[in-house]
């Protein structure tokens, strides 16, 4: 149950875009469309931001949006806003070991 | 309004034990899977245990297996996580989760609580 690859940080201007990275394997990210995403303020729980790799619960901007391609899912946020600086999450289903997380992104918006 | 309330957390020696609680309200309890998800102190995520909607699958990570017991009461609309055998490495903000699903198969985590605080120090 090795978490999934994220890069520690990553930062835009305000109306950029941003994309995250989360690197798993055949067996989590890979194996399966079941890849969601969290948003994480500080000293806030985390909020579901997309599900099954690209699907958007309702409320959630569509600025935000997601894709997968062979072991490594990705979440881009599109026109950047100052609320949207928050600590992200990948996470994965795995099958018998049901969830694994990523190991966070820290999105800094300049 | 769909609200999870945690509930039992504090400070306890290594070696003890602890019992959260996790209050559901505003849906159908029974109908959804629920995870308990932990963050130590300035770290990142760490899925803990889940279990399907009837209670009759759980799942646990390797970190806990052995020493936590997830349940759920789903006449009192309740989840649970007993936890032995702690260890410093427990310390934790302890958050549970509601699945979209019935059954624990990835369909991802929307609805959380505000979470519990669990210390494990001498």
């Known amino acids: 149950q090795s978490a999934l690859t994220q890069p520690p940080s990553a930062s835009g201007s305000p109306g950029q875009s941003v994309t995250i990275s989360c690197t798993g394997t055949?067996?989590?990210?890979?194996?399966?469309?079941?890849v969601s995403w969290y948003q994480q303020h500080p000293g806030k729980a985390p909020k579901l931001m997309i599900y099954?790799?690209?699907k958007r619960p309702s409320g959630v901007p569509d600025r935000f949006s997601g894709s997968k391609s062979g072991n490594t899912a990705s979440l881009t946020v599109s026109g950047l806003q100052a609320e949207d600086e928050a600590d992200y999450y990948c996470s994965s289903y795995a099958g018998s070991t049901s969830y694994v997380f990523g190991t966070g992104t820290k999105v800094t918006v300049l | 309004e769909v609200q999870l309330l945690e509930s039992g957390g504090g400070l306890v020696q290594p070696g003890g034990s602890l019992r959260l609680s996790c209050a559901a309200s505003?849906?159908?309890?029974?109908?959804?899977?629920m995870s308990w998800v932990r963050q130590a102190p300035g770290k990142g995520l760490e899925w803990v245990s889940a279990i399907s909607g009837s209670g009759g699958s759980t799942y646990y990570a390797d970190s806990v297996k052995g020493r936590f017991t997830i349940s759920r009461d789903n006449s009192k609309n309740t989840l649970y996580l007993q936890m032995n055998s702690l260890r410093a490495e427990d310390t934790a903000v302890y958050y549970c989760?509601?699945?979209?699903?019935?059954?624990?198969?990835?369909?991802?985590?929307?609805?959380w609580g505000q979470g519990t605080t669990v210390t494990v120090s001498s």
């Open positions: 989760a509601k699945d979209r699903g019935n059954m624990v198969r990835g369909h991802g985590m929307d609805v």
């Open positions: 505003g849906f159908t309890f029974s109908s959804y899977a």
């Open positions: 099954e790799v690209s």
């Open positions: 055949s067996s989590d990210v890979g194996g399966y469309n079941y």
